[in-house]
Structures are given as structure tokens and as C-alpha cells.
DNA sequence: ATAAGTGTTGCGCA
DNA sequence: CTGCGCAACACTTA
């Protein structure tokens, strides 16, 4: 998005689903149009886009695309396109929740979903890990995907981090040794600098369109109930972690 | 054909 | 702090 986006001019915005919104659709379109792109990060899930006109925020939520494309060439399917000045489109879509936000120039810590976002998961070195869990209540897999202890993990990646670090998800985050939180920062780096490496998930598309190279081949044991654990062979289970399932080997995961 | 189940997130509530 | 329900859907399975 740096690479292509930065220096384009908004010409026209159009809103197909306001209710992804923080402001009114006409607030939005207006704020926006007009506005030149300065530069593209990211904290944990979400994408801030520095415009000189303020802040255009996105989180894709549960999946979703971010398409840069012709006129011509636009999906269907999308919640807002960002048309440029040069006549390139970008298509933001959701498959299921996903939030566009606006918030102006300066006044980006009064936007109360990504102000108390945690550091980045891929910033934490071991020490940093231990020194965030140190004095937590809560269980270990609660705390990694708490974007405000630290942005950026979600479930579909929780399983085969926790199975590295070989940590059961309702371990209580205080019981952790050190050597167990060495592990578990070397796994987050290793889980999720891999599906980066290969492009993202198989489910998902870069700003071209191209799907990830991240597949099921490449998970351990998420959703693979039933199938052998990779260390040992013992089937997997699908438990119920709170309102999430999780996946674990019984043997190399266990609670206490 | 139709319906139900499932899930990549985040918020608010009890 | 926890679990739960809910909210913009698409896709698979029954």
C-alpha cells in the first residue's frame, strides 16, 4: 500500500455500507475527497492511512479485501471504493465486520479502537513478552489475542503458536516459567513471520488480488481436528475456549 | 430447495 | 476477569 498508494489523490469516495462507518457517509466522502495519501502502517489489524486531510483507519475484521484495480476491473461485491485523480480504484470489501474510519488531522489518539492497542505481537522480543504478562490475570490464550496486551494475533493463528510454544490455551498466563514465554515469543515470531513470508492466508488477497500462499499445509494443528499431531502423533482436539474453539494436541498441550 | 451451522473481530453486558 | 450475545455475510453441510 506505501509502494502504490502513497502520493495518489482521492477524487471521489463512494460508501456502500455506512454502517462500517464512524461517521456519517456524506462526513466520510467529504473529508476524504480531496485528500492526498502520505503514508501506509499498521497497528496489529488495523491499517492507518495518513492523509492530509486526516486519518482513514481500516480493519477488515473477519476477512476481507483491499483491491486496487481499474474502473472497469472492480468486484461486485464491496462496502466503499476510493476513486483516485489518475482513475485507479481502490475497493475495500468485508466479509463479515470490518470498520472504515475517519478521524482528523491530529486527532488520532481521541479514536477510541486503536488508541489502547498493545504493541505490535511481531515488535516482542521474549523480554518484552515476559515484561507484558508479568502480573496478568487471565489465561494465556485470552492475553495473545487482547489487542490492547498486544495487537495483532487472532485465532486462526492462536492454535499453531500456542501448539509451538507447547502451552494449552487456558494456562493461566501468571504460571508461565520463563523458558515457557521464551518459547512462546520465539512462536509468535515463527507463526506469523511464515504466513507473511508466503503471502498470507490461502483465503485472503493482496491489493492485486493475489491470494496468500499460507494454506493448510502449512498449520500444525489448527482445524485439523482428529488428524495426528505433527509431534506426536495423538489426534487433535477442538475445544471450547470461551466464545472461541480452539485446537490442541492433548498430549503436547496439557493444563496442568 | 431450504435451513442450519460455522467463523478470521470487537463491544457491551451480567 | 469471564462467558455470552450480538452485529454488515459467505460458504459448507444436512
Known amino acids: 500500500m506505501n509502494a502504490e498508494l502513497v502520493g495518489r489523490t482521492v477524487a471521489g469516495v463512494e460508501v456502500l455500507q455506512p454502517k462500517c462507518l464512524n461517521v ?4 466520510f466522502a467529504e473529508a476524504l475527497t480531496g485528500a492526498r495519501l502520505l503514508a ?9 492511512v495518513e492523509t492530509d486531510r486526516g486519518w482513514l483507519l481500516l480493519n477488515l475484521g473477519m476477512g476481507g479485501e483491499i483491491l486496487l484495480t481499474s474502473r472497469a476491473a472492480l468486484p461486485e461485491k464491496h ?22 474510519h475517519y478521524v482528523r488531522p491530529g486527532e488520532l489518539a481521541d479514536h477510541g479502537m486503536t488508541a489502547g492497542l498493545g504493541p505490535n505481537a511481531l515488535d516482542l522480543s521474549a523480554d518484552d513478552l515476559a515484561a ?19 495487537a495483532g494475533i487472532g485465532n486462526s493463528y492462536v492454535h499453531d ?10 494456562r493461566p498466563a501468571a504460571g508461565l516459567t520463563p523458558a515457557e514465554v521464551a518459547a512462546l515469543a520465539s512462536a509468535i515470531q515463527e507463526i506469523l513471520r511464515l504466513s507473511i513470508a508466503k503471502g498470507g492466508a490461502f483465503y485472503e488477497a493482496n491489493l ?15 482445524y485439523k481436528e482428529g488428524q495426528p499431531c505433527p509431534a506426536c502423533a495423538a489426534p487433535i482436539e477442538k475445544i471450547k475456549t470461551g466464545s472461541t474453539s480452539s485446537f490442541i494436541c492433548p498430549r503436547c498441550q496439557v493444563l496442568g
Open 24 to 27: 456519517p457517509p456524506e462526513t
Open 208 to 222: 492485486y488480488g493475489e491470494k496468500g500462499g499460507f494454506t493448510l499445509d502449512d498449520i500444525l494443528i489448527g
Open 79 to 100: 462496502r466503499l471504493i476510493f476513486e483516485f485523480t489518475d482513475g485507479a480504484c481502490l475497493s475495500v470489501n468485508f466479509w463479515w465486520f470490518g470498520y472504515a
Open 40 to 48: 501506509v502502517t499498521n497497528r496489529g489489524k488495523w491499517l492507518l
Open 161 to 170: 503458536i500456542l501448539f509451538r510454544a507447547r502451552l494449552h490455551p487456558l
Open 132 to 150: 507484558l504478562l508479568r502480573g496478568r490475570k487471565g489465561r494465556v490464550k485470552a492475553l495473545l489475542l487482547d489487542q490492547d496486551v498486544m
